[in-house]
């Protein structure tokens, strides 16, 4: 079966531009993951959503990272007046059930990510 | 913040030869869980053991629990060339966050 998917693969931006990353998690998961990966280093969470709901959003850096859900599948992860330290890579993840009770111990499964560059 | 750190950060064997790697946090968990990431992929999901396991097995892979030492250990048996790759450990909490450690990059030499 299709895994997640992310796209695009490869973003090159120009500083203050604003680009959008999209992530179609496994068909009929409820949780839904965003990372952030600094090269050389492990994931960084960034936000949660339990279908449609945005449970957590507190590893977005500024306000300028933006995350919607809207129908409970297709994620979408803006940031607006990109910046150099935006750089980096962005993985998504999804997860069968909804996390935090107690049959949650369920591995999370991760997209290829998107690796955004800024110029 | 990365809630744990790997040991070694890099490690290069012969293929044939056993790897072990081992993860420390710092926080009480859920569980702990190992990941692999081959460059320029996503991380791949190889093993979870909970708070009260202290040994999980599958297939080359051996995964160890010490919560009294918040520490954790890989070891992967007669490596082959494609177990090369970072190996992420990450602990969940009684949140729904994974938080990562910093990986250990393996390099199994043919």
């Known amino acids: 079966g299709a895994g997640v998917s992310q796209s695009p693969r490869y973003k090159v931006a120009k500083r203050g531009q604003d680009v959008a990353l999209r992530c179609d998690p496994i068909?009929?998961?409820?949780?839904l993951f965003w990372y952030q990966q600094a090269l050389g280093q492990g994931p960084e969470f960034l936000t949660y959503f339990q279908n449609e709901a945005q449970l957590d959003k507190s590893g977005l850096p500024s306000d300028r990272f933006f995350a919607e859900r809207p129908e409970g599948s297709v994620s979408t992860l803006k940031i607006q007046r990109t910046q150099q330290e935006d750089s980096a890579v962005y993985l998504c993840?999804?997860?069968?059930?909804?996390?935090?009770?107690?049959?949650?111990?369920?591995?999370?499964?991760f997209g290829d990510g998107t690796r955004l560059s800024i110029l | 913040s990365q809630q744990g750190e790997e040991d070694p950060q890099a490690l290069s064997i012969q293929e044939g030869e056993n790897a072990t790697m081992n993860c420390s946090y710092k926080t009480s968990i859920n569980n702990l869980q190992w990941y692999r990431q081959n460059s320029g992929r996503g991380l791949v999901h190889l093993i979870l053991?909970?708070?009260?396991?202290r040994e999980k097995h599958s297939g080359r892979l051996r995964v160890t629990l010490d919560t009294s030492k918040k520490s954790s250990s890989l070891l992967i048996t007669a490596s082959r060339a494609a177990d090369t790759a970072s190996y992420f450990c990450a602990t969940e909490d009684s949140s729904y966050k994974l938080i990562f450690g910093s990986g250990t990059r393996l390099l199994v030499r043919p």
């Open positions: 053991i909970r708070s009260n396991e």
């Open positions: 068909s009929g998961h409820v949780s």
């Open positions: 993840a999804s997860s069968l059930v909804a996390a935090g009770y107690l049959y949650s111990n369920q591995p999370q499964h």
